[in-house]
């Protein structure tokens, strides 16, 4: 059964570091082909997605979030750590982790689990 | 970056009612790499439609999706309650460049 779980701080204040982890099951990141994207959600907004990392470490960041973003894996403990530098209050959104579809050795960028997602608020 | 804009952006319909949702996007989207999504209050995505037509596991008949190049269809042939929900169209064409619709919210009328 694969699941996966976010956590982090519900607050951060403005200019600060936001650190989220996405503790995953029932599925490797070691495994040829499999990958862990975030994605996010503004409130009442459409979903936006944020960066992924790869199998192999490869990592991709959306374009207008590029220097802020970092993206990191724990293959051993199963988790998934996404770094967002200097927050603002335009980056309150439910954040989530999801998995990209593999099956049979063949894998494509939709999103089969996700995570409950975990909603982080910036404000002073 | 291919954007996608869904249409219409809120719908009104009753029950038993068929509903059709569209998802363009900006350039074609290769290989029908298109993905729908169902979102509920206070829950994540579920997929629904991959390959722009292929249901996901569990999904019932009555939704299907249909389209190519720059056009695609998420259809309802008869809606139940549980359908009423917000819907997001994805393309993975591009990847690792992924980018979703702004949604349409599917309302009981």
């Known amino acids: 059964q694969v699941t996966l779980r976010e956590s982090g701080p519900a607050l951060v204040k403005p200019t600060q570091t936001l650190k989220l982890t996405c503790s995953f099951s029932g599925f490797s990141l070691s495994t040829s082909g499999m990958c862990v994207s975030w994605i996010r959600q503004p409130p009442g907004k459409a979903l936006e997605w944020l960066a992924r990392?790869?199998?192999?470490?490869?990592?991709y960041y959306r374009k207008s979030l590029k220097t802020r973003l970092t993206v990191s894996k724990d293959t051993s403990k199963n988790q998934v750590v996404l770094t967002m530098t200097n927050m603002d209050p335009v980056d309150t959104a439910t954040y989530y982790c999801?998995?990209?579809?593999?099956?049979?050795?063949?894998?494509?960028?939709?999103?089969?689990?996700w995570g409950q997602g975990t909603l982080v608020t910036v404000s002073s | 970056e291919i954007v996608l804009t869904q249409s219409p952006g809120t719908l009104s319909l009753s029950p038993g009612e068929r509903a059709t949702l569209s998802c363009r996007a900006s350039q074609s989207v290769i290989s029908k790499y298109l993905a729908w999504y169902q979102q509920k209050p206070g829950q994540a995505p579920r997929l629904l439609i991959y390959g722009a037509s292929s249901r996901a596991t569990g999904i019932p008949d009555r939704f299907s999706g249909s389209g190519s190049g720059r056009d695609f269809t998420l259809t309802i042939s008869r809606l139940e309650p549980e359908d009423f929900a917000v819907y997001y169209c994805?393309?993975?064409?591009?990847?690792?460049?992924?980018?979703f619709g702004g949604g349409t919210k599917l309302e009981i009328k």
């Open positions: 999801a998995r990209r579809h593999c099956s049979g050795g063949v894998c494509y960028d939709y999103f089969d689990y």
């Open positions: 990392i790869d199998w192999d470490d490869d990592k």
């Open positions: 994805q393309q993975y064409g591009s990847s690792p460049w992924l980018t």
